[in-house]
């Protein structure tokens, strides 16, 4: 019961984190439980489930089919449940030190990647500091 309601915890963070820094993530405030709640859902019950069914495959691809299928569930969440909107957007630059990153255009797909690995990096985060 613990491990859940952490994973719940940890998956609302991740979300209202991506929605902070990625513009082209948008929560639907009035579905944000349940998004967080579906998502809670998908880390604790099918990613360990689809690493055991797709091992042969994930050893074969070296970790792409895991990868396609947060991509599929992400996608899955936000055009067939309406939980969040991802559009494409324009990533303003950024300038820290002697690091700069340009204006640059990411088209849906480009963020649905960014998004998933946004959100699936945050929550591993998590679970690796608590």
């Known amino acids: 019961m613990k491990k859940i ?8 963070l991740a979300l209202i984190f991506t929605s902070f820094w990625n513009k082209g993530f948008q929560l639907n ?4 439980l349940t998004a967080t709640i579906v998502l809670a ?12 069914i797709l091992l042969p495959l994930n050893i074969i691809t070296l970790g792409l089919m895991s ?14 449940f309406h939980l969040f909107t991802i559009t494409s957007w324009t990533f303003p ?5 002697f ?5 640059t255009y990411i088209p ?11 959100i699936s990096s945050i929550i591993n985060l998590l679970e690796q500091l608590l």
């Open 99 to 103: 690091v700069s990153i340009p204006k």
């Open 41 to 52: 859902l998908v880390f604790y019950l099918i990613v360990p489930l689809s690493k055991i």
């Open 93 to 97: 630059g950024l300038s820290i030190f």
């Open 5 to 12: 309601f952490r994973m719940i915890i940890f998956s609302a």
């Open 67 to 80: 990868f396609l299928v947060y991509l599929a569930i992400l996608h899955l969440s936000s055009d067939a």
């Open 108 to 118: 849906y797909l480009g963020n649905l990647v960014l998004s998933s690995v946004s």
């Open 29 to 32: 405030i009035n579905a944000f």
